[in-house]
């Protein structure tokens, strides 16, 4: 059983950035793939992005393709999700997420974090 907690999240205005964290435990990290999802109120669960066991290969939606950098630290257990240029729109809980394999366009994730709250401002 993988247990996951984000961090990191906050209010930043419109063209700033935030760097979320997850930290894993109860598992082996380096064999799970990474995910990031959100979601905004009322509406579904989007995917943001998703990185291999050993970081060599991601993943990103389109929405935040080239403002968003997802990396991972295996020795501490940690992915991270960069957000740069960030926009109202990028408002969302944002959610960790863990599955075995090395697959990052497989998106049947198994384990799950509490969530984190983004809010951008205008």
């Known amino acids: 059983q993988v247990q996951l907690v984000e961090s990191g999240g906050g209010l930043v205005q419109a063209g700033g950035s935030l760097r979320l964290s997850c930290a894993a435990s109860?598992?082996?990290?380096?064999?799970?793939?990474m995910g990031w999802f959100r979601q905004a109120p009322g509406k579904e669960r989007e995917f943001v992005g998703a990185?291999?066991?050993?970081?060599?290969?991601?993943y990103y939606g389109d929405s935040v393709k080239g403002r968003f950098t997802i990396s991972r630290d295996n020795a501490k257990n940690t992915v991270y999700l960069q957000m740069n240029s960030l926009k109202p729109e990028d408002t969302a809980v944002y959610y960790c997420?863990?599955?075995?394999?090395?697959?990052?366009?497989?998106?049947?994730?198994?384990?799950w974090g509490q969530g984190t709250q983004v809010t951008v401002s205008s």
């Open positions: 109860g598992g082996t990290f380096s064999r799970y793939t």
């Open positions: 997420a863990a599955r075995p394999g090395n697959n990052v366009y497989n998106l049947d994730y198994a384990y």
């Open positions: 990185i291999s066991w050993g970081g060599s290969s991601t």
